[in-house]
């Protein structure tokens, strides 16, 4: 026998009534206690001053007819327990509609048993503690997201702060470490140790953008920019930037064997496709003393294209695999561990992922390891032209006349850096500490470009551009930010910017974007002919 069930009854018809309360004392397996109200009125007022298990509702009161009935008992400002809509007329769009409505049951009084009420009654008040059940934990994950969501708002904020930190004086070490390197007047053993600077700050910038890149992911906010490149050309340029690394292990051969079916083009985002081959290769010839690392690329089926890296290192074991695409762990010795943050393969198997694909690896301990991955070739690099790739070895200058370029930032040592860049290739220059400086400069300066830093304080970047677009003048502005935001860059393009580029500022991106918006030929060292 289950426990004691509370029951209302609402119900006009006497007779019904006393059926009713018959019935529910010949159960057999419940106990119940019955509450009859002749009215809706009066059903209402007993659920506000009494707790009830279950609802009996009868769908013709007077006054009222039907699911308009239940609609109005609905609209009271009462909580309604298990409800169970009983009706003289068997018809079943009115019985789908009312469970539909928020019934538990539809019951034709002419067909009602002793056991079937019963029944309807103990199944009605399950059914309706599991929606409950459903609801509670409904609104328990609806103030989890909305915590999380909170959480996360609050994480990119930090991480685009952090951003901002970091980078903004990595622009200073790494761009001065970009003239330094120009100057022809430093002695080899200077040369080295610029080349040092140099290569320690790229290092961190790339632990710095390897943990805001796993923020994004997570945060389900990172976009692949897919565009066609030459690839027989990319290629290369991996296997000769890798080969400086791999000159340092005299017994390491590292090599490129490329199928003679390789497309001429592909379209990918070019960045993080480097980006992961870079990791698997720079894996491969860390852990690898002797023998060969080897980058393999050909079809791997009509209309797919295998990337693969296989080393002869020293390999892993299975609780080494295990472990291996987990962030921030690492399955080296403790004498490799300083070489990263152990977020290199976590990061490539999520861009993998992104470009529809997997990372697979094959690894035994003592006989090497084998990456590999497919990507889906995409017929519009068919069509599609690759962008063009300067060589300009040392550039010194551009030809024709002379231009002026204003610089736009609130950190001096960010103004300085510009300014010593630019003025080593011929511009002529002026600068601004800030927004408003600039906009009062602009008419006197004339320039021919502005170089505007983004984020400024009183008037920031995006201010100054609307204001600037607002003059209707039409100067090339390129905006330059030390947050690695798409945000930033698509608040500051659709503000009126040209183009954009991000902290630490590299020398041939800005005279690349430079080029383009002033047509520029640029002179280089070797022959001093002009190259657009």
């Given at each position: 026998m289950?426990?004691l069930?509370?029951?209302?009854l609402?119900?006009d018809s006497?007779?019904?009534?006393r ?5 529910l004392s010949q159960?057999?397996t419940?106990?119940f206690?019955?509450?009859w109200?002749?009215?809706?009125d ?5 659920l506000?001053?009494q ?11 007077p006054?009222?007819w039907?699911l308009?009935?239940m609609r109005?008992?609905l ?7 298990a409800l169970v809509?009983m ?6 769009a009115?019985?789908?509609e009312a469970i539909?409505s928020g019934?538990?049951?539809?019951l034709?009084?002419g067909e009602?048993t ?10 009605a ?5 599991a929606e409950?059940l ?5 609104a ?10 909170v959480?996360?708002r ?5 991480l685009?702060a ?8 990595l622009n ?9 390197q120009?100057d022809k007047?430093?002695?080899?053993r ?17 632990l710095i ?11 389900g ?7 066609v490149?030459d690839l027989p050309r990319y ?9 400086v ?9 590292l090599?490129a ?6 497309p001429?083009t592909?379209?990918?985002?070019e ?9 698997l290769l ?6 690898t ?6 980058l ?12 693969e890296?296989?080393?002869t ?7 080494q695999?295990?472990?291996?695409f987990?962030p921030?762990e ?5 004498e ?7 977020l290199?393969l976590?990061i490539s198997?999520q861009?993998?992922?992104l ?8 690894s ?7 990456f ?5 070739l995409?017929a ?17 200058g551009?030809?024709?006349?002379r ?6 930032d ?8 510009l300014?010593?860049m630019?003025?080593s ?6 600068e601004a ?14 320039p ?8 400024m304080?009183h008037v ?7 204001r ?9 502005v390129?905006?330059?930010s030390?947050s ?5 860059k698509e608040?500051?393009?659709s ?11 590299n020398?041939q991106?800005?005279?690349?974007q430079?080029?383009?918006l ?5 002179i ?9």
């Amino acid at each position: 026998m289950n426990g004691l069930r509370r029951v209302l009854l609402i119900e006009d018809s006497a007779g019904d009534a006393r059926l009713i309360r018959h019935m529910l004392s010949q159960s057999r397996t419940d106990e119940f206690t019955l509450t009859w109200c002749e009215s809706l009125d009066a059903g209402v007022q007993s659920l506000a001053e009494q707790h009830f298990d279950v609802l009996l509702l009868d769908l013709g009161l007077p006054g009222t007819w039907g699911l308009d009935t239940m609609r109005q008992l609905l609209a009271q400002p009462v909580k309604v327990p298990a409800l169970v809509v009983m009706s003289g007329l068997t018809d079943e769009a009115v019985a789908l509609e009312a469970i539909q409505s928020g019934a538990q049951d539809y019951l034709v009084k002419g067909e009602v048993t002793a056991d079937l009420l019963s029944r309807a009654i103990r199944y009605a008040i399950g059914r309706r503690q599991a929606e409950e059940l459903v609801q509670a934990h409904t609104a328990e994950l609806v103030v989890a997201r909305d915590r999380a969501e909170v959480a996360n708002r609050a994480k990119s904020a930090f991480l685009a702060a952090m951003s901002h930190d970091l980078r903004t004086p990595l622009n200073g070490v790494l761009g001065f470490a970009q003239l330094l390197q120009r100057d022809k007047n430093l002695t080899q053993r200077q040369q080295a140790g610029v080349n040092a600077i140099r290569q320690s700050g790229e290092h961190l910038l790339t632990l710095i953008n390897d943990i805001l890149d796993l923020a994004k992911i997570e945060a389900g906010k990172f976009e692949l920019c897919p565009a066609v490149f030459d690839l027989p050309r990319y290629l290369d340029g991996l296997v000769e930037l890798m080969g400086v690394r791999a000159r340092q292990k005299p017994a390491l051969q590292l090599g490129a064997d490329l199928s003679a079916g390789l497309p001429a083009t592909l379209r990918a985002d070019e960045k993080r496709l480097r980006q992961v081959l870079l990791n698997l290769l720079d894996n491969a010839v860390k852990f690898t003393e002797r023998g060969a690392v080897t980058l393999r690329v050909g079809p791997s089926g009509p209309h797919a294209l295998r990337f693969e890296v296989q080393d002869t290192g020293s390999g892993m074991d299975t609780a080494q695999l295990s472990r291996l695409f987990q962030p921030f762990e690492q399955v080296g010795g403790l004498e490799d561990r300083n070489r990263g943050t152990g977020l290199g393969l976590a990061i490539s198997r999520q861009f993998v992922r992104l470009m529809g694909s997997e990372i697979h690896v094959q690894s035994a301990k003592g006989e090497g390891t084998r990456f590999w991955f497919d990507l889906v070739l995409d017929a519009a690099a068919d069509e599609g032209t690759p962008a063009p790739e300067s060589d300009r070895g040392s550039v010194t200058g551009y030809a024709g006349p002379r231009r002026k370029i204003m610089v736009v930032d609130d950190v001096a040592t960010n103004r300085a850096l510009l300014l010593d860049m630019l003025d080593s290739l011929g511009f002529e220059l002026c600068e601004a500490g800030g927004g408003a400086e600039a906009l009062l400069q602009l008419d006197s300066s004339m320039p021919d470009l502005i170089l505007l830093d983004i984020l400024m304080p009183h008037v920031g970047g995006l201010e100054t551009l609307e204001r600037l677009r607002g003059r209707r003048t039409q100067v090339p502005v390129i905006a330059i930010s030390a947050s690695a935001s798409i945000d930033d860059k698509e608040r500051s393009l659709s503000a009126g910017a040209n183009a954009f580029l991000t902290k630490p500022i590299n020398l041939q991106a800005l005279m690349d974007q430079m080029g383009a918006l002033l047509n520029l030929a640029w002179i280089q060292e070797a022959n001093a002919a002009p190259s657009a």
